[in-house]
């Protein structure tokens, strides 16, 4: 039954076309270096794209398109992908957004809607769905897990990756192998190179080889380093929980100074949760 | 009501305390509404009209970052490294992002890509913190140890349903007499835990830790030494797209307390097994957990309960958690008892944070009933047991980077019960300085 679901699941998202959807807009182009093109015509910052569309970037080209739900794809050079409406599901889920990836290699990236919603990839060889979290999609056969959690499909079979580093690529004899991921994989998409004065256009309006003197704020949690403790995550921060935090907050621990025995019927002599 | 007012009385002077000591000292405050996600709407709004101006992206990726919203911060600062690829600070906190969200590998290359990228001093401290702490989230493990002095009060010892007790009817029952009195105590602890993250994600902690506190009260003195280890595993468990954390977690204490001429020991087992689904927003909690205590007398109590817990963010400062158990106590001889509660509580906290202190001001308020009905023949068929419980509390915790943390804490209770002495108010305080290793 399991695997049935799974087979027909993975064929919704590969094989089953539905009608397109009226020409509603999926997102902006949020940032771009050098050449992003529609068609035949130079994108710019702004620029709306919609359902079906196919862009490219030139071989010095970056382009960023953040979506209505707030996720965003980040294209690298040399690379194109068409937003899709052929695409509607994988493994039962509805997609936020659809892409096919056509060549080169773009960066996806989830918010909170994709963690139940997932954006949906197809590369040549696989389907993807990406749970929130980070995921590189190469269309040269492979799919790394940067953060999240993501799921890979052929026919017949997916699989659940959650472990960053770890990437999808589909074998010789076309399954599914979860594998480690190359250091310098989708290096490209961290590239500090600045195009030079003559690929640049006009759009690149604050491209700089400087720096951006970002106000004095800093990102959360401020030079903590504890990246899973309760003092960086104060309530849901994710999973895992932070560490010496029960499930049941204060009424499972069990440490120094403090007992739940009797279901909080006996309170501990000052107080019953961790310091 | 006396303690109701005294309460409020220390309640006010420690909140302008704790608020004053943290704004003092904390160089930014959350003025600027960071926590909204309504700001965090309209920002991005703004964003779709003006979509180069930088300023107002580095503010969305801190709003995120603030609300835990970590790839939405990513995203952001992957839009400004497409315009400004070689600025040091943004691959820092880009990298910083990865390592909050346990992408090591990910982290490491954007710090690697700073360190290319001239970063000034303040630059170079901050990355030299978060590259160590990449290098132990690689290896996976985690060793820490911490040591913690604690100077308190408890206004109302003797009245309280607290520590010695024998069980009649599988419900425990104090042996104290009935007196009311105050201690002050003096704690002195020392905790080593030893984290393993596994490359499939599991998680495997053990935690030894062991106490000594004397107690000073306006009726008796006593101390109490304490020992205890604690084991547990977690690993993220799929079913279709939905991530759930298997939990397995087992304890034992060992109090020894010299109180009334030699009270004894109690030994205190303990064993969790549950699920965990937890978002952004919402925290979901299903487990057992079983407790054996062995107490004075050759008296030892069973405890298995079924709890689920439900924790929902309402807005980024306020949640609201609800719980609910049930289950059953047995005792050494043929009395049992059926125990059952439900617990509701609003939750505040406030971080405020600067280059030096992180500061968190937590408030709750909470109300819990629980009930038990115990069976004895010998004594009598049935003993109920009700307990209905409003507890207040505030607490200030302000960690140090230099390892050191304070944290001041109230409480106060007022409690009615069926139990022999069980209604009380109780006032509590208590100052804490802890030293990370």
Redesign the interface.
């Known amino acids: 039954m399991h695997r049935f679901l799974a087979v027909s699941a993975v064929i919704s998202a590969l094989a089953w076309p539905t009608a397109p959807v009226a020409q509603d807009s999926v997102g902006?182009v949020?940032?771009?270096?050098t050449q992003v093109i529609r068609g035949t015509r130079q994108m710019t910052?702004?620029d709306r794209i919609f359902q079906n569309d196919t862009v490219r970037t030139n071989q010095t080209g970056?382009?960023?398109f953040?979506f209505s739900d707030?996720?965003?794809a980040?294209l690298g050079p040399n690379s194109s992908i068409q937003f899709s409406s052929d695409i509607v599901a994988l493994?039962?889920?509805e997609a936020t957004i659809a892409v096919r990836m056509i060549s080169g290699i773009a960066?996806f990236?989830?918010?909170?809607s994709t963690?139940?919603n997932?954006i949906i990839v197809r590369t040549p060889n696989m389907a993807l769905?990406v749970?929130?979290?980070?995921v590189d999609v190469s269309a040269a056969n492979r799919a790394n897990l940067?953060?999240?959690?993501m799921?890979c499909a052929v026919t017949g079979e997916q699989k659940?990756v959650?472990?960053?580093?770890f990437s999808c690529i589909v074998g010789p004899d076309g399954r599914l192998q979860v594998v480690k991921?190359p250091?310098n994989f989708a290096?490209v998409l961290?590239?500090?190179?600045?195009p030079n004065a003559g690929q640049a256009t006009g759009a690149?309006?604050?491209?700089?080889?400087?720096?951006?003197n970002?106000?004095d704020?800093?990102?959360?949690?401020?030079?903590?380093?504890?990246?899973?403790d309760q003092?960086?995550?104060?309530?849901?921060?994710?999973?895992?929980?932070p560490?010496?935090r029960?499930?049941?907050?204060r009424?499972?621990e069990?440490?120094?100074?403090e007992?739940?025995?009797?279901?909080?019927?006996?309170?501990?002599?000052?107080?019953n949760d961790n310091? | 009501m006396n303690t109701v007012s005294l309460f409020l009385s220390r309640f006010l002077l420690f909140f302008v305390f704790a608020v004053g000591a943290s704004g003092a000292a904390a160089q930014?405050s959350d003025t600027?509404g960071f926590y909204s996600e309504a700001v965090l709407k309209a920002k991005?709004a703004q964003l779709?009209r003006e979509?180069?101006n930088?300023?107002l992206l580095?503010?969305v990726?801190?709003i995120a970052?603030?609300q835990?919203?970590?790839?939405?911060?990513?995203?952001a600062l992957?839009?400004?490294l497409?315009?400004?690829?070689?600025?040091?600070?943004?691959r820092i906190?880009l990298g910083?992002?990865?390592?909050?969200?346990?992408?090591?590998?990910?982290a490491k290359?954007?710090f690697d890509?700073a360190r290319?990228?001239n970063p000034n001093a303040d630059e170079l401290r901050?990355l030299a913190?978060?590259e160590?702490?990449v290098r132990t989230?690689q290896s996976g493990v985690r060793f820490s140890n911490s040591v913690?002095l604690?100077f308190?009060h408890?206004s109302n010892?003797l009245t309280?349903?607290?520590?010695p007790?024998i069980l009649v009817g599988g419900v425990?029952v104090l042996i104290l007499p009935e007196q009311s009195g105050s201690f002050y105590?003096v704690?002195g602890?020392?905790?080593v835990?030893w984290?393993l993250d596994t490359?499939?994600?599991d998680?495997v902690?053990a935690?030894v830790?062991?106490?000594y506190?004397d107690?000073d009260g306006s009726f008796t003195d006593f101390d109490?030494q304490?020992y205890?280890l604690?084991l547990g595993y977690?690993r993220?468990v799929?079913l279709?797209?939905e991530?759930y954390?298997l939990?397995i977690?087992g304890?034992y204490?060992l109090?020894d307390t010299n109180l009334l001429g030699q009270l004894g020991t109690f030994d205190?087992w303990?064993a969790?097994v549950?699920g965990?689904k937890?978002?952004?927003?919402?925290?979901t909690?299903l487990?057992y957990?079983y407790?054996e205590?062995e107490q004075p007398f050759g008296s030892t109590?069973r405890?298995g309960?079924v709890?689920l817990?439900y924790?929902q963010?309402l807005s980024p400062r306020w949640?609201a958690?609800g719980?609910v158990?049930a289950?059953v106590?047995r005792g050494n001889s043929q009395a049992s008892s059926d125990?059952y509660?439900v617990e509701a509580r609003a939750?505040y906290?406030h971080?405020l944070?600067?280059?030096s202190l992180?500061a968190?001001t937590r408030v709750s308020l909470g109300y819990?009933v629980?009930d038990?009905r115990g069976v004895t023949p010998a004594i009598s068929p049935i003993i109920p047991?009700d307990?209905d419980r409003v507890t207040a509390s505030i607490s200030e915790?302000i960690?140090f980077?230099n390892g050191f943390?304070l944290?001041l804490?109230l409480?106060a209770?007022e409690q009615d019960s069926s139990?022999p002495n069980g209604e009380f108010d109780d006032f509590?305080w208590?100052i804490?300085l802890?030293k990370r290793f």
């Open positions: 902006v949020a940032g771009m270096q910052v702004g970056i382009s960023q953040q707030r996720s965003s980040k493994a039962g889920r960066r990236t989830g918010s909170d963690k139940s997932p769905g749970l929130g979290g980070v940067l953060s999240g959690r799921v659940f959650r472990n960053p580093g991921t250091t290096a961290d590239s500090t190179a600045v690149n309006v604050g491209l700089s080889t400087g720096r951006f970002a106000p704020i800093d990102l959360r949690c401020g030079s903590d380093t504890s990246a899973q003092r960086c995550a104060v309530d849901f921060g994710g999973y895992p929980l560490e010496g029960s499930p049941f907050g009424t499972t069990v440490g120094p100074g007992t739940n025995n009797d279901l909080k019927i006996n309170d501990d002599v000052i107080f310091f | 930014v600027h991005l779709e979509p180069e930088f300023d580095w503010e990726a801190v970052s603030h835990g919203a970590y790839d939405e911060a990513i995203t992957e839009r400004l497409v315009y400004f690829p070689r600025d040091p600070k943004l906190e910083v992002m990865y390592f909050r969200l346990g992408s090591y590998n990910q290359r954007q890509l290319t990228l901050r913190r978060f160590g702490a989230g913690t604690t308190g408890r010892i309280t349903a607290t520590g007790s425990p105590s704690t602890s020392s905790k835990t984290t490359p499939r994600a998680r902690t935690r830790w062991a106490s506190s107690f109490r304490s205890g604690e977690q993220p799929f279709n797209f991530g954390a939990d977690r304890a204490r109090d205190l303990e969790y549950g965990i937890q978002t952004n927003y919402s925290r909690s487990g957990v407790t205590a109590l405890t309960v709890r817990s924790a963010r949640s958690v719980e158990y289950g106590q125990v509660g939750e906290s971080r944070f600067s280059g992180d968190l819990d629980a038990a047991l307990i915790e960690s980077n943390d944290r804490r409480q209770i139990l509590l208590s804490s802890r």
